[in-house]
């Protein structure tokens, strides 16, 4: 019985629905602080675990379908593996290195059988993926500044939802800057989750500028003592020159208070969008030098290898992904749990 197909223990927390967006309401002229605290989250039901979360992915149907159909150890396996490695996002100069791998060792006899080769084929994963599991820590600055980025609807403002909430459970004063200034419901859908969580956000209303909403916050964040400090801010894409360049000014903007800030640029991507999400981080990273990732989404329609991607291709740090839509959702980073949750349950101990 080969132990690493053991599914990590399920992680039982207590969960609570993200706050729906509600209405953009009238934008108010000068910073507000929205403070309401409420009563505490009624427990959710416990969280399923990753293989759950990731089984309907191209990634963990594709290989089960494979091993199921062909379980005999030859070469035509390794070439229908490399076919669906490459067609789960993993990248084709990623997939090919991998099974070539895998091929020479087949033929000097190391695998009795194809659960071997399976065996083989996690560690290899599991190699490529530990060098970007690392965690974030928001401490060594007060306030530990977060300035999250990305493309338009990857999750981004979710994501800040779910940060809040996980840094404030572990006892941080968090206070979030709502400036996503651009996108209608995008400051009330932060406020209403700040209100809800009773999570402090700063935020001037749509249309305000949005570096100078990061620039109060983090005063206030300041004489507040608060301990870190997540900046919104709106999607955008390469094409659109004026928002990108705002992306520059807040972050020239925030040094003018802490030559360090922002200690964190987080770039959120959506797991469905495939290796369009390369040339994303390509972008941003110019314009920003991103210093960390988000995966979210990997529960929807994800293939599941874009993980793997960008890992080559960046060797950026993946702090979370976005499992589902619940606050606990987004779990840090774990590069066992990952593959173990899109390969094969072949012991049936999944
Ligand atoms: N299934 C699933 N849905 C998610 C996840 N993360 C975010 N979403 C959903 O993705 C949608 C977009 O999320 P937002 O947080 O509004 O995206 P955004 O990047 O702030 O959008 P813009 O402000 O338009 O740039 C929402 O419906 C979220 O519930 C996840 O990990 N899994």
Do not use: C
């Amino acid at each position: 019985m080969l132990k690493f197909w053991k599914k990590k223990p399920a992680e039982g927390e207590a969960g609570q629905p993200e706050a729906s967006p509600a209405p953009a309401a009238q934008a108010p002229a000068t910073p507000q602080t929205s403070t309401a605290a409420t009563p505490a989250a009624p427990p959710a039901p416990a969280k399923r675990g990753w293989r759950e979360r990731l089984s309907g992915s191209a990634f963990a149907r594709g290989l089960s379908a494979l091993f199921t159909r062909h379980p005999k150890l030859d070469d035509e396996l390794l070439d229908e593996l490399e076919t669906t490695l490459i067609g789960a996002d993993v990248g084709v100069e990623t997939s090919s290195a991998l099974v070539e791998d895998l091929r020479r060792r087949m033929h000097k006899r190391e695998f009795a059988d194809a659960d071997a080769l399976l065996a083989a084929l996690r560690q290899a994963l599991v190699a490529r993926l530990a060098p970007v599991q690392q965690p974030l820590r928001p401490d060594g600055a007060k306030p530990f500044v977060v300035l999250v980025v990305g493309i338009n609807g990857v999750g981004k403002t979710t994501t800040i939802g779910k940060l809040a909430r996980r840094w404030r459970d572990e006892g941080r004063e968090v206070l979030l800057a709502a400036g996503d200034t651009f996108r209608a419901a995008a400051v009330e859908q932060l406020k209403t989750w700040g209100e809800r969580n009773g999570v402090p956000v700063i935020a001037q209303g749509q249309g305000a500028d949005a570096a100078s909403v990061i620039f109060d916050a983090l005063q206030a964040a300041r004489s507040r003592g608060a301990d870190v400090l997540i900046a919104d801010t709106a999607g955008r894409l390469h094409t659109q020159g004026g928002l990108m360049d705002e992306l520059s000014k807040i972050a020239r903007v925030l040094k003018k208070l802490d030559p360090d800030a922002p200690h964190e640029v987080l770039m959120v991507i959506d797991g469905t969008t495939g290796q369009n999400a390369l040339s994303q981080v390509r972008q941003f990273r110019q314009l920003v030098g991103v210093t960390g990732l988000v995966v979210t989404k990997l529960d929807g329609t994800a293939k599941g290898g874009v993980v793997f991607a960008l890992a080559r291709e960046f060797g950026l740090p993946i702090r979370f992904v976005g499992l589902g839509e619940q606050a606990t959702d987004l779990q840090p980073f774990d590069a066992e749990a990952y593959v173990d949750g899109l390969l094969p349950d072949r012991l049936g101990q999944g």
